[in-house]
């Protein structure tokens, strides 16, 4: 299994941090601002003709001669979508890619057990598999298998996944993107159209060591896993040149926090746990 | 210390340069495969890929190629090693002045020399000897090697030259190669036919003689000057070197026969001048010849040519003066034109300005009390306002050939510096009165006063100087071949040098093995360096040859 059954019962603690997305059609275990069917009992207010008789608190009519409603706070569900790389570059190192699922696999734990609907996908240039949204604790059996068959390579087009991602997905919820977001196509466009569409977004942006720091100390020609394509690069300077053109990306990825998604670059020197419990929780996505 | 034999081979040092260059042209960036390339897009520039493609980076498959080339050329040169372990070193010097041409040996001195010469360095086969030629200036034929095959044949390629020896500077160049603190000796084959080559020598000098004989009679002067339209009186010097009275023929030959001939007698050791007349027509040559000259042939015949193609034009620029118009007009053999102006000096052979300054210089000029801006600026010319005080005069000029000049005066003048080529002819304590310059084609004379404020046009020297200044001036109408000196003329031995030489082969033995030969040595370091450079790159690397640091 991807995640131990320690950790797993760790995850037992926490629980996702969610704004504005909900699930009309089902009701779930997380409370909503409106009131309606639920358990919690919220407040009384003076019955009005129309309003449904079965929440009449009829003991206080008898107290009182007057016709009070029992308002609950209505728990609504929310669909969480686990969308995770699956190109060449991030099995490139396979570490990376192990990462991406277990976080996957976390964020996946943490929702199943708050009874929300949770689908996992891999992508490429596309949705190349994918786990159907599923409630209930006892599915994380089928997402931790799911996520542990690994991603199939390809070629990354994020924009175009992204995209046909919000045709098909109308509903807004929870989407978090686990990837190394090397991709050309212009990916932040589709993200922002998802934010308007109150999509609420966890970006996970998953780099190996190899990445993050780089050795490169002689002239090299690098070819790229995905697309074969060479660059020829000069060794004078390559290693803080690279520092600063990554420390560029993730400023870029980071400024869509800036309309309220969520960024958390990390590292495979870092233990899943540790990200999950430290990283996860700063960003405020768990608590 | 260490010398190479074929020094030619340096030349292929340059294959250095080729490996280097191919190294340049073949280095390739290793290939790295990257998870993705999307980061390093920008951090290349191609003009960055383009400047720095050319470094060279280091590279110990470099440095072992490099070696192991340049080892192998220090191979191919024949590194000789010797004095490290306290060999001999002899300089052969071969006299190659004119009087080794005497014949009184067959084929003649310096052909004998040589044989001689051959002889000894086949004795001495591996020992480090040396080739110096002796003339007028001392010339290394071969370097120091032990090959007597490559010093036999430096010695066929010599040849005699029609110069006198300068045996000093010959000895002192063979004990400079030798070097100080080595042992060495140097071995001279000469005529002794030169006064004496004294000086300390640090190494024994044996000195093999070759020809005894003195029997030489030759020219040892020749010239002649005008005397008259179409005339010239020659004058040749002959001397008798042989032990005894000579009678000898002198023939002056032209393309049309004998011009003339004397017969001379002359005695043991005396030096004789022999006059001619000849009248030319035009520009002709002559030979003068000896019969019965001695064993010495290359003093018996010296060329003469005289006369001139045209007569010379001479352009004379004044406003007036009767004292040049008259002295230049005494000369029939030119051609003499008068302006007030300068008009295209080009077209004359020479041109006399008198205070009429040109605005440009001519090549062959005289100038009176002027010269031209770029000559005053140049010479510094500068007026003495007071009357003229000679304080030394060059009487050996040939432009005061026959002159007295006892009494110069001027009431004022113009002097010029006494430098950059200028030869003062007459001085007078702040600079040169009477100058003149030669540069190449260039001849100029200046007279720095007015004919008219002197005394010097009512001398007799005037229309002689003139007569100078033209034939100083203009074309050349005497032309002399080479003319022996005495001294190589006198082919009899003349240098003592019985104090100092050991008898030839009476020396101290030479000590076997001072040479070592290093290039097996050099080519044994050639293949261990490229056999470490297979073992290290192309074995490890699987027959696949990287350049990877």
Redesign the interface.
Known sequence: MILSSEFLQKLERLSLVLRRTRNRQLAGSRKSYSLGAGLEFHDFAPYQPGDDYRYVDWSLYARLGQLFLKLFVEEHDTNIHLLVDGSRSMSFHPQKAELAAQLAAAFGYISLRQLDGVSAAYMTDRITTELPARRGRPQIFRLLQFLEKGPESGMTDMARVLARFAYYHKRPGLLVICSDFFCDSDFPQQIRNLVAARWQIVLVQVLSTEEARPQLEQPLVLVDSESGERVLVDAEGLTERYRDRLERFQRQLASMMAFGVHYIPVSTDDSVEDIVFRAFREQGVVR | MIEFANTAAAGLFAALIIIIILHLLLQR????????????????AVS??LN?RLRL?FSWLLLAQLLAAAFLVMAVMQPDAFGLFGGERTVVVVDASASMQAEDVTPNRFGEAVSQAQDYVSERSGQDTAVLAAAAEPTVVQGFTSDAQRLRTALDGMAPSEQTVDMEAALRVAQAMIGHGHAGRIVVFTDASFEGASMDLESPLEVVTVGQSSDNVGIVGLDAVPAGRSQFDVMARIGNFSGESKTVGAVLDSAGGTAADKSVTLEAGEIREVFFQLEVDGRQEFVLSLESGGDLRLDDQVSLTLGLEERPRVLLVTPGNVFLERALLSYPDIRLFTRESVSEPQAYDLVVFDRVQPSAEVERAAYFNVLPPDLADSFGLQSQNRSLTVSSMDRTHRLFRFLNLGDLRASDYRTVERAGGIESLVDAGEGSVIAAYEDNDQRWVFVGFDLYDSNFPLSVDFPLFIGNVLEWLGPEAVEVGPVLSPEESDIGPRWDYTAEIEAPGAGRPAIEAARISLWPYVLFMTVLLIGAEWFLFDRSSGGKRSLR?
């Open positions: 960036r290793e290939e790295r495969v990257v998870s993705s390339t999307y980061l390093f897009r920008e951090l290349t960055s890929q720095r980076r640091q």
